[in-house]
């Protein structure tokens, strides 16, 4: 890792458990008969995933106002931190030197860590982008870093995530066909140096499809990841502002052109609507940070569709905020008491919707791997979307 072109950190620091291996480390339990949608089990370093899965996301080591406690007993199985976030704070070596990720935040389930490639292009006045890497300078402290994409492959090593993104440029919406091109080709080339640094680690490295709304470069890209045969791959550079209906297209593609044996991961995509389309075109994973985003800001996702608790009706309403769900803050507390905390700004307030949120998530990705072991995704589908969208 290069800070200002000039310092690397240290590398070799691999979590030892149990072991596996590409070809025995996902398997697929059960396929769906009416839809491509399949349940899966993932095999990592820190334990099993079941799939489809959904992934709270950490970014800096916290899923933001719940503790691992809370996570653990909303049942969640793995969670996503950020190898950007975390080489600016507290620093890869600080982590090291804790044992690993999971001991510095005391999470023994799986984590993934994503790149930071997504951070970095958010980033577009503040870094320059080549074929070696991205320097950036840090939204924190104006401090000037080059990362390549062996250094975030190391990065993650010395994190000792279980699930290692490598380094890709994401582009915006909408991109011409040049620049996509070149990003994809780039993205590839950083694949493939990711894989060739590796070494002899047992953490799990996918590859990132880019090519964005253009079918010609997912179908390049997809193939042409294949021939460095990744433990997974993801699908990237999609909830950029496309709409639905191109988003959708374009994961029934990749999903089609990249191997069954493998898991398939959509980043960074994660309303409940858009989950359940992705499950029935064969996405395994998924991430978001609209669960706790939203729950912060006061609105629910309930069994009858979502809830913003700051509104007046529930001002004497004494019933549980979804009373069909069995969350901490279900069996507890009323929507009148919720809206209360988050009128008088109690920081409460948006921890308990918050977990409530993430449990409503994990709850659903349960209903989801049932109905597909039973040959019924295509009814709950069906049923949840009618609910769902009348809602909205």
């Not at 074929?131 to 990065?155: N, Y």
Request: charged letters at 20%; one cysteine or more.
């Amino acid at each position: 890792m290069h800070t200002g072109k000039q310092s690397k950190i240290n590398t070799g620091f691999i979590v030892t458990a149990m072991p596996c291996s590409s070809f025995n480390m996902f398997k697929i339990i059960h396929q769906d008969n009416k839809s491509k949608a399949r349940l899966g089990r993932l095999t990592t370093l820190h334990g099993e995933i079941d799939t489809p899965c959904f992934m709270p996301v950490g970014t800096q080591g916290t899923v933001k106002a719940l503790s691992p406690r809370d996570l653990k007993e909303s049942n969640a199985q793995i969670v996503l931190s950020n190898a950007y976030h975390l080489f600016l704070r507290p620093g890869p070596q600080v982590i090291k030197k804790a044992g690993g990720l999971h001991h510095f935040m005391s999470w023994e389930k799986p984590i993934l860590t994503d790149s930071g490639g997504y951070q970095i292009f958010s980033l577009a006045l503040l870094r320059k982008i080549n074929d070696q890497g991205v320097e950036f300078q840090s939204h924190i402290d104006g401090m000037r870093h080059f990362l390549t994409p062996e250094d975030v492959v190391a990065l993650q090593q010395d994190l000792g995530s279980d699930i290692m993104m490598p380094l890709d440029e994401c582009v915006h919406y909408p991109c011409a066909r040049d620049q996509a091109e070149v990003a994809m080709k780039r993205t590839l080339n950083w694949a493939a140096r990711s894989k060739a640094s590796l070494g002899k680690s047992q953490q799990l490295l996918f590859g990132i499809v880019q090519g964005a709304t253009y079918e010609d470069l997912r179908k390049d890209s997809s193939l042409s990841l294949l021939d460095n045969d990744f433990d997974g791959y993801a699908i990237g550079g999609v909830s950029v502002g496309e709409p639905k209906n191109l988003r959708y297209n374009i994961v029934d593609l990749v999903a089609g052109l990249l191997p069954k044996e493998r898991p398939r991961y959509l980043m960074g995509v994660g309303l409940p609507d858009d989950i359940i389309e992705a499950v029935g075109r064969g996405i395994d994973m998924f991430d978001c940070v609209v669960p706790t985003r939203y729950g912060r800001n006061g609105t629910a996702f309930t069994s009858v569709g979502k809830m913003t608790i700051r509104n007046s009706p529930y001002i004497e309403d004494f019933a549980a905020l979804d009373q069909h769900c069995e969350c901490y803050t279900c069996r507890n507390f009323s929507r009148a008491y919720l809206r209360h905390l988050f009128n008088t700004d109690e920081m409460l307030g948006p921890r308990l919707v918050s977990l409530h949120n993430v449990y409503f998530y994990v709850e659903l990705m349960r209903k989801i791997r049932e109905a597909i072991l039973q040959n019924q995704f295509e009814e709950f589908k069906a049923r949840f979307l009618k609910i769902y969208n009348n809602s909205v």
